[in-house]
């Protein structure tokens, strides 16, 4: 069997390869920014979800629960100028807790 001669195609100029990298990086920074916008989007709709449902909680259930999770809300210990993904992380993480405290206390029931 006679092995083949491989094909290589002759080295791209550095310029030809800064050029392509930059193309993909350019690319990968506006998919940074739609991520991060998405994330804005849905964060804001999820908190304003939490609000909307704060309505439904029973009275003497919001005045007992609402001191804890105000703490919590205050507790959260952001570095915006950093820009984080642990912060936005911790975020979410809230958002998704308090809208679950809240949705169960709409049936009347203690938060856990």
Same mark, same amino acid.
């Not at 105000?70 to 984080?84: D, Q």
């Given at each position: 069997?006679?092995?083949?001669?491989?094909?290589?195609?002759?080295?791209?100029?550095?310029?030809?390869?800064?050029?392509?990298?930059?193309?993909?990086?350019?690319?990968?920074?506006?998919?940074?920014?739609?991520?991060?916008?998405?994330?804005?989007?849905?964060?804001?709709?999820?908190?304003?979800?939490?609000?909307?449902? +704060?309505?439904? !909680?029973? &009275? =003497?259930?919001?005045?007992?629960? @609402? /001191?804890?999770?105000?703490?919590?809300?205050?507790?959260?210990?952001?570095?915006?100028?950093?820009?984080?993904?642990?912060?936005?992380?911790?975020?979410?993480?809230?958002?998704?807790?308090? +809208?679950?405290? !809240?949705? &169960? =206390?709409?049936?009347?029931?203690? @938060? /856990?």
């Amino acid at each position: 069997m006679i092995a083949e001669k491989r094909k290589r195609k002759p080295p791209a100029s550095r310029d030809a390869v800064m050029e392509e990298l930059v193309a993909e990086l350019r690319h990968l920074r506006g998919a940074v920014r739609d991520v991060g916008e998405s994330f804005i989007l849905r964060t804001e709709g999820d908190i304003e979800a939490v609000i909307s449902n +704060l309505s439904t !909680v029973p &009275t =003497a259930l919001l005045k007992r629960e @609402s /001191p804890d999770w105000r703490h919590e809300i205050r507790g959260l210990k952001l570095k915006p100028a950093k820009g984080r993904l642990k912060d936005l992380k911790e975020i979410a993480h809230l958002i998704d807790v308090l +809208l679950d405290r !809240v949705i &169960t =206390a709409q049936d009347g029931k203690k @938060s /856990p």
